[in-house]
C-alpha cells in the first residue's frame, strides 16, 4: 500500500522529471567539452537522469528508515519533532540522477574505439 506523500503529487512529479533530465543533460554537455568527442548524448543522459531523479527521489521517500527525534527548548517548554522518512530524499536523487549519467558516459567512453 502506497503511504500519501508530498512527493506523489503530479506538480512534484513533473518537477523532478524536469530537474533529473538537466541534470543528465548538464552531465552529458560536460563530459563531451571535457572529452572534446562532438557527439553528446543529451536525449539518453536527460531520459536517465529524469528516471534516476525521479525513481531516487521516491524511493528514498517511501522507504521506511529509523524515527529521529529532535528535543528543542522553547521558553519553559520542551518540544520534541519525530521524522518517520528520510529528510533529504531531494539530495540524494540529484545524486543518483548524475550518477546514471555519468555511468552511462563512462560506458561509452569505454565502449568506443580507440585511435592509433
Do not use: C
Not at 536525449?43 to 528516471?51: K, M, T, V
Amino acid at each position: 500500500m502506497v503511504i500519501p506523500h508530498p512527493m506523489l503529487t503530479p506538480r512534484a512529479i513533473l518537477l523532478g522529471l524536469v530537474v533529473g533530465a538537466a541534470s543528465g543533460a548538464f552531465v552529458a554537455l560536460m563530459v563531451d567539452r571535457i572529452l572534446k568527442r562532438g557527439k553528446p548524448a543529451w536525449i539518453i543522459d536527460a531520459i536517465l537522469g529524469a528516471i534516476g531523479y525521479l525513481g531516487g527521489a521516491l524511493g528514498i521517500a517511501l522507504l521506511p528508515v529509523m524515527r529521529q527525534t529532535t528535543s528543542y527548548r522553547v521558553g519553559n517548554m520542551i518540544v520534541r519533532t519525530t521524522a518517520w522518512r528520510y529528510q533529504d530524499a531531494y539530495r540524494l536523487a540529484f545524486g543518483v540522477a548524475v550518477l546514471l549519467a555519468m555511468l552511462y558516459e563512462l560506458y561509452r567512453h569505454l565502449r568506443r574505439p580507440r585511435q592509433p
